[in-house]
């Protein structure tokens, strides 16, 4: 069946440094990933979302290329600030008639002075 | 910006009370959902509807009813609440299925002692 890993439950980097979240998936269909961030106390919000092969999308500063080779939908920034810390969580669109997201379980990213 | 809002934000009740969440969402969107997250678990479907009077089941549905009653609002139901059922519950609206992003509410905390 269709599912997200996140490999990393808790990210603590220095701010300014880079960062890179993984996530990876499987599913039979045509895959259509999304990354959401959630800051403390606030509802998720979608941050990008892509469904095309070796094409980088962006939005605001964090960068995901879907690499439908490796199964692979990474979440990337150059430079972390103190802004980012958040849970992000990876989403997969599933297969079949109803195409619900299936969340992946949230990397939490702490930035640190 | 999509608007969802939720209420109460907060709710506490004892094992074998009936709990109504509520959610309205004001952009005529036709799928609304309602989700539980949890640590460890991430967030996990437990009902969506794609217009008033529609109900489908989510992945975690045991223990919940949910009702459509117009397009704008979305109720989740606890008729027995148990402590299993505490935990932090969003509400979501969006467009369509698969590629559409999805707006969620503020969240409501609920406590079952």
């Known amino acids: 069946g269709d599912s997200v890993t996140q490999t990393e439950g808790l990210v603590t980097l220095t701010k300014g440094l880079p960062v890179m979240l993984n996530c990876t998936y499987q599913t039979t269909y045509s895959p259509f990933l999304f990354w959401y961030v959630q800051h403390l106390n606030e509802a998720p919000k979608l941050l990008l979302k892509s469904s095309t092969d070796n094409k980088r999308t962006e939005h605001q500063g964090f960068y995901a290329t879907l690499h439908k080779s490796s199964s692979s939908f990474h979440l990337q920034k150059s430079s972390v600030q103190l802004s980012d810390s958040a849970l992000y969580f990876c989403a997969l669109r599933g297969s079949g008639n109803t195409r619900k997201l299936i969340f992946g379980l949230g990397t939490t990213l702490q930035v640190q002075p | 910006e999509a608007a969802v809002t939720q209420s109460p934000r907060n709710k506490v009740t004892v094992t074998g009370g009936n709990v109504t969440l509520s959610c309205r969402q004001t952009?005529?969107?036709?799928?609304m959902y309602w989700y539980r997250q949890d640590t460890g678990h991430g967030l996990r479907l437990i009902h969506y509807s794609y217009g008033a009077g529609n109900l489908q089941i989510g992945d975690v549905p045991d223990g919940y009813k949910a009702t459509r009653t117009t397009q704008e609002d979305f109720f989740l139901l606890l008729e027995l609440a148990s402590p299993s059922q505490t935990s932090l519950y969003f509400c979501?609206?969006?467009?369509?299925?698969?590629?559409?992003?999805?707006?969620f509410g503020s969240g409501t905390r609920l406590t079952v002692l």
């Open positions: 979501a609206s969006s467009a369509g299925l698969g590629a559409e992003t999805l707006y």
């Open positions: 952009n005529s969107h036709n799928y």
